[in-house]
């Protein structure tokens, strides 16, 4: 096929026309929560957009070296994956100067932040899982007495469960695997792979904070630790209608993410507002959502709030990186970073403006494959205490948007020592109260 002129101008120019194009994220060793180690990657010749309209994909295959790989549903957000010998970045330049495309980039890879940084877990307990220094910071024992999580469901977005542990016994709905495509999310591999076990520790975290609420598993990284941009948005979307039927009452309250990349995508912020139940904006590329493909969403959104979504900060200890989707600032989404025993920022974690707020994250104890106890440390391990904490607060009222549980949260949240970052008190935020004043040690 002749190429279009406006291709043929992004090959002369091939250098300035980086439009769409993200920073690298690392094949091999962890977590699109943190870590530098290593170069990140895209998915090789693969091509995320969001279209104005369903009506604008076809005449735009017709006119580019593209071939449709697989669709949103019914919405105009499509993978596509570049044919021939011509290079990702430059389709992007020439997409970018399509009126019909709102959004078009690369589809980076994710990982667990704790694997990217190699960072393994130690042997520990049952004992260690319930008498652990993070339920007495968060004063977890009082905010139990009024609220445990019941009819509050939970979508654990990691690399799997498993099914047979005595801490999520009778707490795991039905879930989906994504990266084997079937309905078994269990945990895949062995204790030498590096993300083994991380879903199932994640998943005992939300377990431990909201013991009656419903949690379900969905598995979006492999044994490694290692998924993509594309295969999350697809799990958001299942997250929030598991049977695809809008107008059945199935969908998470909450949503707890411990992985991401280093590279932001728009179609990641896109896909956290659909979620989320977030106005949408007529023309922004993000929010758009005028296309008759897009009213699945508005009727889940006029029957329910959307879903709160908590993500893991990362583990580079960078006051200047940034991880997404933690930092992409959607409505309703909230960035936790990792505390430490002495109430303060752990050594190893990510901070910022951008951060929402800590949770205890060093030295945390939960579920591991097997049957067993590991202690770990990591953004990850304090993603899913904050994600608890929200359940626990949808539980009193499932009215409440998203926005608002996350501003709960924060306002009620206490003083760490030595930074600017708040600890979430889950008491507080169940009774909606100030914090006690803590001390620094």
């Not at 043929?8 to 962890?30: E, Y």
């Not at 021939?84 to 890879?109: F, H, Q, S, W, Y």
């Not at 801490?167 to 591999?189: H, Q, T, Y």
Request: a neutral charge; proline letters at 6%.
């Amino acid at each position: 096929m002749s190429l279009p002129t406006s291709l043929a101008r992004a090959l002369s120019l091939a250098a300035l026309l980086v439009v769409g194009a993200i920073a690298p994220a690392s094949a091999k060793g962890g977590g699109g929560a943190g870590g530098t180690s290593g170069k990140e990657t895209d998915i090789a010749g693969e091509v995320l957009v969001k279209l104005r309209t369903t009506g604008a994909l076809t005449p735009l295959l017709a006119k580019y070296p593209l071939t449709l790989v697989s669709r949103f549903g019914a919405r105009p957000i499509y993978k596509l994956k570049v044919a021939g010998v011509v290079r990702v970045k430059d389709v992007l330049g020439a997409l970018a100067l399509e009126p019909d495309v709102m959004i078009a980039e690369t589809n980076p890879t994710n990982r667990s932040p704790e694997a990217r940084r190699n960072m393994p877990w130690a042997i520990g307990t049952q004992g260690n899982y319930v008498a652990q220094w993070a339920p007495q910071a968060m004063h977890l024992a009082q905010a139990q007495h009024g609220a445990t999580g019941a009819g509050v469901r939970v979508a654990v977005l990691d690399t799997g469960v498993d099914h047979g542990h005595p801490a999520l016994a009778g707490r795991l709905l039905s879930g989906f695997d994504f990266v084997d495509g079937d309905n078994d999310p269990s945990e895949a591999g062995t204790s030498a792979n590096a993300g083994y076990g991380h879903g199932t520790h994640v998943a005992g975290l939300v377990a431990l904070v909201a013991p009656d609420a419903r949690i379900i598993p969905v598995r979006v990284l492999d044994a490694d630790g290692v998924g993509n941009a594309w295969v999350l948005a697809e799990a958001l979307l299942y997250a929030a209608d598991p049977d695809g039927n809008p107008a059945t009452d199935d969908g998470a309250h909450v949503i707890n993410i411990s992985l991401g990349s280093l590279a932001r995508t728009s179609i990641m912020g896109t896909i956290a507002q659909i979620i989320s139940c977030a106005p949408a904006v007529p023309g922004d590329p993000i929010s758009d959502r005028s296309d008759p493909g897009y009213n699945d969403d508005n009727t889940r959104c006029s029957l329910s709030n959307g879903a709160v979504v908590i993500a893991a900060a990362g583990n580079d200890a960078s006051g200047s990186l940034r991880e997404y989707p933690a930092a992409e600032g959607a409505y309703g989404l909230v960035s936790i970073a990792a505390s430490n025993r002495l109430g303060r920022l752990a050594s190893f974690s990510n901070s910022g403006t951008w951060i929402d707020m800590a949770a205890p994250g060093e030295g945390i104890t939960s579920s591991v494959p097997g049957g067993g106890y590991g202690t770990w440390n990591g953004t990850s391990m304090a993603s899913p205490l904050a994600a608890g904490t929200a359940a626990l607060v949808r539980s009193l009222n499932l009215g409440l948007l998203p926005k608002d549980v996350a501003r709960r949260i924060k306002r009620t949240a206490s003083t760490l020592c030595g930074t600017a970052l708040r600890q979430v008190d889950t008491a507080a935020a169940v009774a909606n109260i100030e914090p006690p004043s803590s001390s620094c040690r």
